[in-house]
């Protein structure tokens, strides 16, 4: 274990286990709201509203892009000073990328601005009666740019410091009310323009708090404020393949719909986007972890890597054991499930696209942790060369496939996507780096390979009852070989642990 005795943070298994239940929560409880308000949301937006809403929604929480990588890099930055005890250095660095990322972002808003009549008019198939409605929403999201861009900055502060209470505190606030605002916002009105502006008011409350918190946590910060030109050069220079990254990331996960838009219909969307959007809150298990994994990479790779290598394995265990059985029983459940969750109209257009989805996501989230290790250590480079090099190729297939099978056809492409991404980063992770992510093969790994290919036999039984009974069986298999094979001796003590203390 490495700790910083002036700040006092240990860089442990335990903080890390802390903190990543912090962003459980942080991303699980709007996602329970998410599951509850969007029918709601649905039948009072109708489905070419709320496809446009959930564009919205993508569009407002990745405007970060804008920062052109400077957001990460500073968390980097900073997790770095606190591991060397370099505090004093911090508040030039903050203030620097601070603006930095305002000025780039104004930058961004502003060119953006002439685009968006062509946008709504010329790009995106959307109804008459609803274009100058979606026009007037798009200048308001536009205008947000520069507080979603340096909000992620300021909150990038806070995790280089480990403070996932607080930015889970406010992320869940953030998360409720990007639902439960537009619910409300239905009593008095479905006009998507009102509602987009107290989706950014919400956005504005969240940017003063997470600045708020900065201020309480480094009191250096007030009394040195500025802008020191000679740190734009260190800063970019990790900050540039980031950048990359963050402009090639929203294409490739997000141009599917914005296509599907384009090339079918607005109504399309709300199709496609229901089931991303609630079987891509999977995404919240890796996403917790690898957000404290980041800091903890920054910190801790020189000097101790080891510590690092088994962090990583341990990781990549965790969201497979826990992920595995989720995505197996969404794709089992599908079309009952989004029935009783939507109707048998919205299961009968969106079931394999939800089964798809979920397949995809489970190899996405393993692909989460080289991408992380990644970038945590310094090699941001890698993973923008992977992203640039599929680009081309997933975009055009894309736009033939949806022109071909529709949006089945895109949620396919998506999931061939997620595997191929996945192997390409685990590849240049074991080969590019010091740390060896070898992990050596076993003849009871054998027994997890077949246990993979076993789910596919639920596509031959029919009838809910049998398909319950398969479930079962299956799961009671993989929980004995999890606890058989996969986990070790100290974390099958803790399990245990955790169980009596239940019990008691």
Not at 105 to 128: D, W
Not at 212 to 241: A, D, M, T, Y
Not at 249 to 268: C, E, H, K, Q, T
Not at 303 to 317: G, T
Request: glycine share 6%; proline share 4%.
């Amino acid at each position: 274990m490495k700790e910083n005795k002036d700040l006092n943070i240990p860089y442990s298994g335990k903080l890390i286990a802390k903190n990543t239940i912090y962003n459980l929560l942080g991303y699980g409880i709007p996602l329970i709201f998410a599951i509850v308000l969007i029918p709601f949301l649905i039948k009072g937006l109708g489905e070419e509203r709320f496809g446009i809403l959930s564009l919205a929604w993508v569009v407002i929480g990745y405007f970060s892009f804008f920062d052109f990588g400077i957001g990460k890099a500073l968390t980097k930055i900073i997790a770095e000073k606190l591991g060397q005890n370099k505090t004093e250095e911090i508040p030039r660095y903050f203030w620097t990328a601070f603006f930095l990322m305002l000025a780039i972002s104004f930058i961004g808003a502003v060119v953006l601005l002439f685009f968006i009549s062509t946008i709504v008019y010329k790009i995106f198939t959307i109804s008459e009666s609803l274009q100058e409605e979606t026009l007037y929403t798009f200048y308001i999201l536009t205008l947000s740019i520069p507080i979603v861009t340096t909000t992620a900055g300021i909150r990038g502060l806070l995790e280089a410091y480990q403070k996932f209470g607080i930015i889970n505190t406010i992320r869940t606030f953030l998360g409720v009310s990007s639902f439960l605002i537009p619910v409300l916002c239905l009593y008095f009105t479905t006009s998507l323009f009102w509602i987009v502006v107290f989706l950014v008011g919400i956005r504005i409350i969240v940017w003063v708090l997470y600045l708020v918190q900065c201020f309480k946590l480094n009191r250096e910060l007030r009394s040195h404020l500025g802008f020191n030109s000679e740190l734009i050069k260190p800063i970019f220079r990790l900050s540039g393949w980031m950048t990359v990254s963050n402009i090639t990331v929203p294409l490739i996960v997000y141009m599917d719909r914005f296509l599907i838009g384009a090339l079918i219909s607005a109504a399309a969307i709300a199709y496609y986007t229901t089931p991303y959007e609630v079987v891509s809150k999977l995404l919240v298990i890796p996403g917790a972890i690898t957000g404290v994994l980041f800091p903890t990479f920054s910190a801790n790779y020189s000097s101790n890597p080891e510590f690092i290598k088994k962090i990583v394995l341990r990781a990549i265990k965790y969201i497979f054991v826990i992920l595995f059985p989720i995505v197996f029983i969404i794709i089992s459940f599908s079309n009952e499930g989004l029935t009783l969750w939507l109707g048998k109209n919205f299961a009968d257009e969106s079931s394999l696209i939800l089964q798809f989805l979920a397949a995809g996501v489970l190899f996405n989230s393993i692909a989460y942790i080289p991408f992380t290790f990644l970038e945590g250590i310094g090699r941001p480079d890698i993973t923008a060369k992977i992203q640039l090099a599929e680009l081309p190729v997933y975009l055009f297939l894309m736009w033939i496939v949806i022109q071909k099978a529709g949006i089945n056809g895109a949620a396919l492409i998506w999931f061939l996507r997620m595997i191929v991404d996945a192997l390409l980063l685990f590849f240049f992770a074991k080969k590019k780096l010091m740390v060896n992510l070898e992990i050596k093969f076993k003849p009871e790994h054998l027994l997890f390979i077949i246990l993979i290919a076993v789910p596919f036999l639920i596509f031959l039984i029919e009838g809910t009852m049998l398909k319950m009974i398969f479930l079962l069986s299956f799961l009671s298999l993989f929980l004995f070989l999890t606890w058989r094979y996969l986990l070790a001796d100290d974390e099958k003590q803790f399990v245990v642990a955790r169980l009596k203390k239940l019990q008691s």
